[in-house]
């Protein structure tokens, strides 16, 4: 009996701290999840309307918003005057955090110019419905640009594939789309291009029609080409050029004075008269003629 309330006393004292314990973690759970949490929010610069590309921020169209500190956007900005009066360089929607990789630096100006990336260049060029794709060339394709023509010296048309992997700036004077992706009927493209590729889309343009190619913007691939000549179209032999002519040998004007001065003279010296001698026979006069051959002989 005495082990008997021993074992009693030992299960009893052990149910009373577990139930103790128990009723501590309860408590204590219990109370954490009725106290709200506090966060610490940051300040961030979000849009109030849709800014298109080429357009300037204006204290009307930013506003701050609260977010939790560990949610604080790379690149946002927390203060207004750090993004009024900077270009838009690519499209914000309301409510969207102002990130520095959507603007250009203050004072870069307004429309095209903010979007030309340093040692780049924006050129225009005339198109028309077949030049420029029907329309679908849209402001943030890729292009490749094909000129026709006859090179120097050949007797052939040739067209060759100039420029490759070319971004459109603008159609006309959209320089943004509203992602319907609808054809834009335009005279003018204007494509971004490094100085050199500039010079060459001049001259293709002037020297021969120019064809503009539309390509997968995520296809960066450049492919090498040789060209295509009119008689590699139609399978015929290619045009024989003809052989230039051998230019006259240019004389100096004062050595032909000096040749026709000499040869002057000799043709103007009169021929030489024959020796003549009169021999008188009798009554018979004759006269005879001598040559300078018959004095030699």
Same mark, same amino acid.
């Given at each position: ?142 292009? !490749? ?18 420029? /490759? ?7 006309? /004077? ?36 120019? /064809? ?6 995520? !296809? ?11 008689? !590699? ?60 051959? /018959?004095?030699?002989?």
């Amino acid at each position: 009996m005495q082990f008997d309330r021993r074992f009693v006393l030992v299960v009893s004292v052990s149910m009373a701290c577990a139930l103790l314990v128990a009723g501590g973690f309860y408590r204590l759970v219990r109370g954490a999840g009725s106290r709200p949490r506090a966060v610490k929010d940051k300040q961030v610069v979000v849009a109030t309307m849709l800014l298109p590309a080429g357009s300037t921020l204006a204290p009307a169209s930013v506003r701050l918003r609260g977010v939790p500190e560990g949610l604080f956007p790379a690149g946002a900005f927390s203060r207004l005057e750090d993004v009024l009066e900077r270009p838009v360089i690519s499209a914000i929607q309301a409510d969207e955090p102002v990130v520095e990789a959507r603007l250009a630096v203050k004072g870069s100006g307004m429309g095209l110019g903010p979007l030309i990336p340093p040692g780049m260049r924006a050129i225009s060029v005339r198109v028309n419905d077949v030049v420029g794709v029907a329309g679908f060339v849209l402001p943030g394709m890729r292009v !490749d640009v094909l000129v026709t023509g006859r090179p120097p010296n050949g007797n052939d048309t040739e067209t060759r594939t100039v420029l /490759q992997n070319i971004t459109v700036l603008s159609a006309g /004077q959209t320089i943004a789309t509203d992602g319907k992706s609808q054809p834009i009927t335009t005279p003018v493209v204007t494509l971004l291009v490094s100085p050199a590729e500039a010079e060459a889309l001049t001259l293709a343009n002037s020297e021969g029609r120019i /064809q503009l190619l539309l390509r997968n913007s995520t !296809d960066r691939a450049t492919v090498a080409t040789s060209g295509r000549r009119l008689h !590699d179209l139609y399978g015929a032999s290619p045009p024989e050029v003809a052989p230039a002519k051998a230019a006259a040998p240019k004389v100096h004007r004062a050595a032909a004075a000096a040749v026709a001065a000499a040869a002057a003279p000799l043709a103007a010296a009169p021929a030489a008269e024959p020796e003549q001698m009169i021999v008188i026979r009798g009554s018979v006069k004759k006269v005879e003629v001598f040559s300078r051959e /018959q004095e030699t002989k």
